[in-house]
């Protein structure tokens, strides 16, 4: 059974460029939630999907958003990157709504210079 | 807002030898959830305990969740220098919907053979 897997796993911009990340689930699980890690803070909630609808969102800002299309592929876009916002983003799929445990994705690694 | 504090955040240990790591809170958790994570890879999930006073055997990794559901241990026999990594509790709240985890900071674990 494939795992999570994420795209890109690397990449870098620019201050003022905006991103989008890309997670495909476990087959069969419906729920994708993204993480935000850094060394400072740990891994900090962003946002979670399920059945294509924002279920959960964190404290971030509204440059951060995301989707999920009707496969549960999932995308989260940050706009108008900050120096910040270099970060591991890292995807997870769950089961279903509200089952807590959690499947994770290799990340994809966001530097902004 | 929920917290989960590690510890101890850094630990260096010699083959064989015993430790334990501690996950705790003032809130309660419906389920607590222990992962790995090694560098550039994401958290690997080793555990979830659900009913307080739980104990969950995973080789030589013990898992306790506190009668109260507030806190968590994880609990390692004569270490081997493949136990190294960062380890993360993550509590699912009573009051949280979805699959919304609460992370610890996360405690380094370095096995030196």
């Known amino acids: 059974k494939a795992g999570v897997t994420q795209t890109p796993r690397y990449l870098i911009k620019t201050r003022g460029q905006q991103v989008t990340l890309s997670c495909s689930p476990i087959?069969?699980?419906?729920?994708v939630s993204w993480y935000q890690q850094t060394p400072g803070q740990g891994l900090q909630f962003l946002f979670e999907y399920f059945s294509e609808t924002q279920r959960n969102k964190g404290n971030f800002p509204g440059r951060f958003s995301g989707r999920q299309f009707s496969n549960s592929r999932s995308e989260m876009n940050v706009s108008t990157l900050e120096l910040g916002d270099s970060a591991l983003y890292l995807c997870?799929?769950?089961?279903?709504?509200?089952?807590?445990?959690?499947?994770f994705g290799e990340g994809s690694r966001l530097t902004v210079l | 807002t929920q917290l989960l504090e590690q510890s101890p955040q850094f630990l260096s240990i010699q083959e064989g030898e015993n430790l334990t790591v501690y996950c705790n809170s003032s809130s309660v958790f419906s389920s607590l959830q222990w992962y790995r994570q090694e560098p550039g890879e994401g958290p690997v999930l080793l555990v979830t305990?659900?009913?307080?006073?739980e104990v969950k055997k995973l080789k030589r990794l013990t898992f306790q969740f506190g009668d109260a559901r507030k806190d968590s241990s994880l609990h390692i026999t004569a270490a081997q220098p493949g136990d190294t990594g960062l380890y993360l509790c993550a509590g699912a709240g009573e009051e949280t919907s979805g699959s919304r985890l609460t992370f610890g900071e996360g405690t380094q674990l370095t096995v030196n053979p």
């Open positions: 087959s069969g699980h419906r729920s």
């Open positions: 997870a799929s769950g089961r279903g709504y509200g089952t807590g445990e959690l499947f």
């Open positions: 305990v659900v009913t307080g006073g």
